[in-house]
Every structure is written in structure tokens, then in C-alpha cells.
């Protein structure tokens, strides 16, 4: 199963690389990794999407807290959160096959970000069901590139309990 | 970030120290009283400031040595070893130290050299990526880019590595930080935000650990090294008195609760007592504490501990549940935690359990062919534990004589066993003996060592002579390393691959280092030579040619569960 567990961590050298070792170390499988700035200077925070049953997932939660450069650590498992995933993506668009695709990234609310003669790139953002989603329906015409940035999550406020 | 704290410099104007000497005075405010090191390029603002310094500083002949020298100082005193390591070589040497510590729980602060700020990262000469290098094997490490860091990064070391659950912390520090000077600042109160330990454990799981040994008719304490690094031997024994349980403990545990009073299992798991394996298995409460289900303890985790409910205390969260399921968890510390489990508790008798407990204790001792000619290993601790009356400090190496050190040296109090556990470092016992003995000056320490342990680092029997310590190496020298040759007699056909060993003459060694020496090669002898060893005032070794042969009993098989150990039907024909 797949768990989000994110970590604030101290933003100084060597905690990447501690957090990767740990994992490495311990047989735990990160299926990804999202780092970046917080609005606090002196903090990161990383969002590791882990996969392990709870008993494995509980150990990454503790083994992760243990890390004197990580502040706190938190498993998204049964919280209302957001999460979202980022994807560059180029997928062969000849002038014929255009205006299907288009229409395809329309109807998933993703954007053109770029057009050669052959090929057009979209950036989609969304969870991630709707990112893989988005992958196989432009498979059929021939996917030539991809990047992913991993998936970050967000707590939502308690007050509001609908998820978008 | 560089507030100024008013505990520190005197009067009002401020002080500019280099690098160097910030490093030497915040030791010695620590209270470092005793060191180990090794010099190298890099390190030589260092030494330079420590020539000054009143603290003792101890040269090994190898950074392992000296790591390994640390860390039994730590584990005889409950202080901070501290260490010092040039970059590269110096810095790669300590690795195994720094893993056997870090396995082990034990507090360590290692100082490594660096080549200078400017050259990291250009396969200087000696550079390693040391904190990289040393990641997985301390509790924390760091290197100090700027001296304004250099004062709050020790004391952050020393916190972190002292603290929760003890492990070595490495700082690494650039030689161009050692002698650039910034302004001297004292000690403040400690605050790291990812650093946060809980000693108190919770009430209400205190409460049902409480409940849970007042119903229970089986119970069993589980201890281990936790226990003598909370400094809570005292309050274990009042724990098991009052509420009237018996008490096993683990290799790291041999110590912290009296092994000649009744209550006393003695050491469980791979090579422990069977009825301390039996218990294990039969128990309707095992109380854990300050131990981790290691495997070399556990057997097969299938079937350990089936009857029983799980107590687990530890500092460690992450310890809890992590290879046996726990029922009752109570994370904190063990001292404190005691202290109010000893409130909860009421005195049970037990008796149809502690009967079983007694006739298990009877049919299967710890034992050996007594009647044999040629010199049992056994035989020779047996007797040194009468003629040193359980109270010496033993050190020990890594294999069959590290087990029967546990099985037949029989110890009173925490502190007194100093062993590599969990890593299982061959070579550990030297090196571990004249940390211990700088530890205890009056002490009579003792490393009871096998032939190939011994091999290894038995350089430093000259960093002994030149210290003047009165260490003593009770070498068992089978010739073999013998708990390889075990398994192959026993695994693998008796095809001893590459474990018999051409051994140097060991006593002409030891006098060419400067040491006493002396070879033991008849039964008749070992008394009279291990008195003559205890009363020589200079570092001696002996060298006890012991049967080749003999294997340590019980044994559970790898895959095995505690209470299918091979050997109990030889014991029983021996004793």
C-alpha cells in the first residue's frame, strides 16, 4: 500500500542524503521523492510516497523522526489532505492527430506548454490517479517523453471536508 | 544564530579564540577527563592546543584501537568517549569503532580532521568524505564549515550522543576552521528542533504494564543493555524483588541484575541458559526492558514468546514493534519508568512457576566435561571468576570465548562485562580492556580474548605497556577461530575452509612488546597461572592452549526456535 509521510526537515547539508541512506540502509522503497523550500528559510519539506504495508510504513515513520535534521514527520494515511503530482509530458501530435489530442487535454483540465511539428508537451497537475490516467490515454499515440515531480500533500483545514 | 550568552566569557569584553582551542575548552567543560587519538596533518592545530590542555590523552597504535578504547571507557564510566581521527585514512580507520558503538547504544564523540574548506571535494591529499562515509554508523554527524558553529556543534554532539538512546556522534571539522579565530561563546541551553527526547512514559501504559504483572502467573523481565546505560540496576533489582519476577538478560545486559542471586535466568537466546530459553518460551508476560528483540536472542521469530503478552520499555520508539509485536509499549526511560512500576506492583508468589523455574535451573546447568585432561576454555573462566570473586571487569573479543565469558564468568554488577554485541567486532577485547582500565585505574580488567580476536589488534599490547596499565589477556588459544569451525563442524560438514590459523607465539609477543608473557599448556597449571596473572602489576598475557575441539553449548540453530537447542543431551551426559 501506499503511504504520503512528510517530513520538515533542518535546510542544511548532508539531510538529503541521510534520509536516501536510511532508506537504503533499511530496505525501505520510495516509490517518490518531492523536496523544496518551506516559507520558513531554516526548513524543506520533503514528501516521500512509500510503499510497505503499516507495519513497514510505521518503522519509516519512526526511523525518519530519529534523523536529528528532521523536525517532524507526519503520515498522511487517513487524513483529509491534497495531494498532487506535477508532469511535463510530450506525446507525438501529427497536424492529423492534433485536434484529437487537444481535445484530450481539455477534457483534463491540462496544458500546452509547448508545440514542435511533431509533438506537443503538456504540463498536467493533479493527484496521481488522474496523472496516470492522463498517461495512458495518450499512449495510443506514442508517448516520447515524460517527467514526474512526485507527489506533495497538504493537510486541509478541518473545517472544509470536501475534496476537489 | 549568534546571540552571545552571558555564562560565558568573563567580563565584558569578548574573547577571540582560534578553532583549535574552542574544540580543547568545550571538551574539558564537558568534563573530558581522558581522550584517545591519533595524529595526522590535518589535526595538528588540535594536538597543538591539547599539548596544553589537563586532559589525559591516550595514543593507540591504530584509529580502531583508539575507537574501540572510547568506547569501553564510555561503557565502564556511563561518560562520553571521545575520540580523535585525522582525515582519510585516519578518519576511514574509525568506521568499525564508530559501528560498534553505534550497534551497542554506547556514547561516543568522534572529531575527525578535515582537509581545508577550499579543497573539499578535489580528492585532496587524505580527504575522505568522512561524514558521508560515517552516516549509517553514528546516531548524527556533521561537519563545521564556519568557526562562529564550531562551540554550539560540540555540545550538541555531546547532548545528542549522551542522551535518548547513546550512540557516537562524529563532527568533522576543515583544519582552516581550527585556526580561524571568532568570538568565544558559553555554554546556553541546548535547543535543536529535531532533537527531542522523551524520558516520562505515559501514565496510562505504565498503568496497564502494572495490571498485566499483577495477573500474571508466568512472568518473565527481559533486560538488556538499556538498562545499564539508564544507570538502572538498582531499580531493576527492587522492581524484580518487589513484584517477585525472574530476571534474564541479554549479552549486553550481563550486569545489571545480580547473576548469583536466585531469581537470576542468566544470559537468554542463541548460547543462553536453557532455562532461560524454556522461560522465554513457557511465559505469560515477558517484560522487556531496555532490550530489542535481536535475533540472536529471539530464534525463530514464528515461534518465540507464543504464550506470552509483550512489556516492551525503551528510549527508542522505533524500537517498539519493530521485529515482535508489542503489547504493551511504554517508550521512556528505563530508570524513571521502573520507579513507577515499582509503585504499581505487588508482591506474587508464584510458586508453581518459580518450582519450574528451579528444576529447569537444576537439570540443565551451564557445564563441561570437568573430568577432561586437556585445558576447557571453561574451566579456565570458571576459575577466574573464583579467583577474582565475580568482581573483575571482563573484556572480550568476538566468538566462542566472548560466550563463555557470558555463560561461565558470573557478574555482579552493571558495567563490569564489556563486549561487542551487536556488531560483533573480532579484535573489540584488547583495545576494550585499556579504555576500561584508564576507566577504572584500581579495577582488576581482565580481556578474556580467543586467538584470532586477538590477532587483530593485538598492537595495542604496547600502547598498554606505554601506559603502564595492568591489563591482563587471558587468551584462549584454540588455534582455530572458533565459532566458525563450530558452524562448519556442525553446518558444514566438518570442512574447516580457511578457520585454522598459524598463530604467532603470543607470550613471546607480548614480552617483545614489553609485556608480560607467559604460555599455559597443562590443566594442572591454570590456577597457579591465572594467580600469577592477576597479581603481575605489568600488562600480561596468558597464553591458555585450550582444547580445539570444544563448542559452545546450548546452541539454537539459525531458523530454530529458543527452545529447540542442540547440546542439552551432551550437557546432561557431562554434568
Not at chain 2, 178 to 188: A, I, L, R
Not at chain 2, 426 to 453: E, N, W
Amino acid at each position: 500500500m501506499k503511504h504520503i509521510i512528510s517530513a520538515l526537515v533542518l535546510n542544511k547539508p548532508g539531510v538529503l542524503a541521510h534520509v536516501a541512506g536510511m532508506f537504503a540502509a533499511r530496505a525501505f522503497n520510495i516509490d517518490s521523492l518531492a523536496v523544496g523550500r518551506t516559507e520558513d528559510p531554516k526548513l524543506s519539506r520533503m514528501t516521500i510516497v512509500v510503499v510497505g504495508d503499516d507495519r513497514v510504513v510505521e518503522q519509516v515513520r519512526k526511523q525518519l523522526a530519529k534523523i536529528v535534521s528532521i523536525v517532524k514527520v507526519q503520515d498522511f494515511a487517513g487524513h483529509d489532505m491534497v495531494a498532487r503530482d506535477l508532469m511535463l509530458l510530450s506525446v507525438a501530435a501529427t497536424p492529423e492527430k492534433r485536434p484529437e489530442i487537444l481535445a484530450l487535454i481539455e477534457m483534463f483540465g491540462a496544458k500546452v506548454v509547448d508545440i514542435g511539428s511533431k509533438y506537443v508537451m503538456v504540463e498536467v497537475c493533479g493527484p496521481e490517479s488522474k496523472i496516470e490516467a492522463f498517461i495512458d490515454a495518450c499512449r495510443p499515440y506514442g508517448v516520447k517523453d515524460m517527467v514526474r515531480t512526485g507527489t506533495v500533500a497538504m493537510s486541509r483545514q478541518k473545517s472544509r471536508t470536501q475534496t476537489v | 544564530m549568534g546571540k552571545k550568552s552571558s555564562s560565558g566569557a568573563p567580563g565584558a569584553g569578548t574573547i577571540r579564540k582560534p578553532g583549535s582551542q574552542i574544540i580543547v575548552d568545550i571538551l574539558v567543560e564537558q568534563g573530558v577527563e581522558v581522550m584517545f587519538g591519533y595524529l595526522g596533518g590535518v589535526v595538528l592545530p588540535l594536538f597543538d592546543k591539547l599539548y596544553d590542555s589537563p586532559i589525559k590523552f591516550i595514543i593507540p597504535r591504530h584509529e580502531q584501537g583508539g575507537c574501540h578504547m572510547a568506547d569501553a571507557y564510555a561503557r565502564a564510566t556511563g561518560k562520553v568517549g571521545v575520540i580523535v581521527a585525522t582525515s582519510g585514512p585516519g578518519a576511514t580507520n574509525l568506521v568499525t569503532g564508530l559501528a560498534t558503538a553505534m550497534m551497542d547504544s554506547i556514547p561516543l564523540v568522534a572529531i575527525t580532521g578535515q582537509v581545508r574548506t577550499t579543497l573539499i571535494g578535489n580528492d585532496a591529499f587524505q580527504e575522505a568524505d568522512t561524514t558521508g562515509i560515517t552516516r549509517p554508523v553514528t546516531k548524527h554527524n556533521v561537519i563545521v564549515k564556519d568557526v562562529a558553529d564550531l562551540a554550539d556543534t560540540i555540545r550538541e554532539a555531546f547532548y545528542i550522543a549522551s542522551t535518548g538512546r547513546p550512540g557516537p556522534v562524529l563532527i568533522d571539522i576543515p583544519v582552516d576552521v581550527q585556526v580561524t579565530e571568532t568570538d568565544w561563546k558559553g555554554p546556553k541551553e541546548i535547543n535543536m528542533p529535531g532533537y527531542k527526547v522523551r524520558t516520562r512514559g505515559h501514565a496510562r501504559q505504565i498503568s496497564t504494564a502494572a495490571t498485566a504483572i499483577n495477573n500474571s502467573k508466568r512472568p518473565v523481565v527481559y533486560a538488556g543493555g538499556g538498562i545499564i546505560s539508564a544507570g538502572a540496576s538498582d531499580e531493576l533489582r527492587t522492581f524484580a524483588e518487589k513484584a517477585n519476577l525472574p530476571v534474564t538478560t541479554t549479552l549486553l545486559g550481563l550486569g545489571c541484575y545480580d547473576q548469583t542471586k536466585d531469581e537470576s535466568l542468566d544470559m537468554l537466546g542463541m548460547h543462553g541458559s536453557a532455562y532461560a530459553n524454556y522461560a522465554v518460551q513457557e511465559c505469560d508476560l515477558l517484560i522487556a526492558i531496555g532490550s530489542r528483540f535481536e535475533d540472536r536472542v529471539t530464534g525463530k521469530l514464528a515461534t518465540f514468546a507464543q504464550k506470552a503478552k509483550i512489556i516492551h520499555v525503551d528510549i527508542d520508539p522505533a524500537s517498539i514493534s519493530k521485529n515482535v509485536y508489542v503489547d504493551i509499549p511504554v517508550v521512556g526511560d528505563a530508570k524513571e519508568i521502573l520507579n513507577e512500576l515499582i509503585g504499581a506492583v505487588e508482591h506474587k508468589e508464584r510458586k508453581e512457576w518459580f518450582d519450574m523455574l528451579a528444576k529447569w535451573k537444576k537439570k540443565h546447568p551451564f557445564t563441561y566435561n570437568r573430568r577432561a585432561k586437556t585445558i576447557k576454555p571453561q574451566y579456565v573462566i570458571e576459575e577466574l571468576c573464583r579467583q577474582t570473586n565475580g568482581d573483575a571487569i571482563i573484556a572480550t573479543g568476538v566468538g566462542q570465548h566472548q560466550m563463555w565469558s557470558a555463560q561461565f564468568y558470573k557478574y555482579k554488577h552493571p558495567r563490569q562485562f564489556i563486549s561487542s554485541g551487536g556488531l560483533g567486532t573480532m579484535g573489540f577485547g584488547l583495545p576494550a580492556a585499556i579504555g576500561a582500565q584508564l576507566a577504572m585505574p584500581d579495577a582488576t580488567v581482565i580481556d578474556i580474548d580467543g586467538d584470532s580476536s586477538f590477532n587483530m589488534t593485538l598492537t595495542e599490547m604496547s600502547t598498554a605497556v606505554m601506559y603502564e596499565l595492568p591489563i591482563k589477556v587471558c587468551l584462549l588459544n584454540n588455534g582455530y577461530m572458533g565459532m566458525v569451525r563450530q558452524w562448519q563442524e556442525l553446518f558444514y560438514g566438518k570442512r574447516y575452509s580457511q578457520s585454522s590459523l598459524k598463530n604467532p607465539n603470543f607470550a613471546a609477543v607480548a614480552k617483545a612488546l614489553g609485556a608480560v608473557g607467559e604460555v599455559c599448556d597443562k590443566k594442572a597449571d591454570v590456577p597457579a597461572a591465572l594467580e600469577r596473572m592477576l597479581a603481575e602489576t605489568r600488562p600480561c598475557l596468558i597464553d591458555f592452549h585450550v582444547d580445539p575441539e570444544e563448542n559452545v553449548w546450548p546452541m539454537v540453530a539459525a531458523g530454530k526456535g529458543l527452545h529447540e537447542m542442540d547440546g542439552l543431551d551432551i550437557f546432561e551426559s557431562m554434568s
